[in-house]
């Protein structure tokens, strides 16, 4: 938690973790069984952490000195269900040696 890897790597732990709850848990919850609030808290908590995991993104993205295929990368993995767990190990095999 004291370097800017490790802030990364646990903002992008909690965004990933919170965008499965909410697709593997409470979109289903919402559609197949009519119970909205999980959504509701879900999709509040997932709010923000998301911008979380994008302000660090960027502070890495500035100092390694990334190119824009990378940052992409980035953005694309917040999107994506599995995506920042994806996207960090890439990133510890490629960087974080």
Do not use: Q
């Amino acid at each position: 938690m004291n370097t800017i890897t490790g802030r990364f790597r646990i903002a992008g732990i909690w965004e990933g973790v919170s965008l499965l709850l909410l697709v593997c848990i409470a979109m289903p919850l919402k559609y197949f069984a009519d119970i909205s609030s999980a959504v509701a808290v879900l999709g509040m908590i997932h709010g923000i952490l998301f911008p979380l995991y994008l302000i660090a993104l960027v502070h890495l993205g500035l100092v390694k000195k990334w190119k824009v295929s990378r940052w992409i990368m980035g953005v694309a993995a917040g999107l994506l269900p599995f995506g920042t767990f994806i996207f960090e190990a890439y990133l510890r095999k490629r960087e974080w040696k």
